[in-house]
């Protein structure tokens, strides 16, 4: 069974840092698309930042400039380095990813979250 578990999450002061970490874990064979979301209370889950499978980025216009989206494939993992943290940056962060695998049945791709990590940018 496919598992995404994000980690790095905290408080951090207006102007900080925080760097996410995303471990995909599983029979995976490989994995397509990783896009980082955050969802705050009763809002939508918006679109942070996407990376496709040959490390091209985009990213959330409220982002451009301060978050940086990366992936390891060979370890399966994907990364979200913040700077410049504003208090609108405070947010459940996901991590989601089209990962593609074999099962009994054979080859299948399927979309998977994480459960989220908090992140908080107050002072």
């Known amino acids: 069974q496919v598992r995404l578990v994000e980690s790095g999450g905290g408080l951090v002061q207006p102007g900080g840092s925080l760097r996410l970490s995303c471990a995909a874990s599983g029979s995976i064979l490989s994995i397509d698309g990783m896009g980082w979301y955050r969802q705050v209370v009763r809002n939508t889950r918006e679109l942070v930042a996407y990376?496709?499978?040959?490390?091209?980025?985009n990213y959330a216009d409220s982002v451009k400039g301060r978050f940086t989206i990366s992936r390891d494939n060979a370890t399966n993992a994907g990364y979200l380095q913040m700077s410049g943290l504003t208090p609108e940056d405070t947010a459940v962060y996901y991590c989601n990813a089209v990962v593609r695998y074999r099962d009994t049945y054979g080859l299948r791709a399927d979309d998977y979250w994480g459960q989220g990590t908090q992140v908080t940018v107050s002072s």
């Open positions: 990376i496709s499978s040959d490390g091209s980025a």
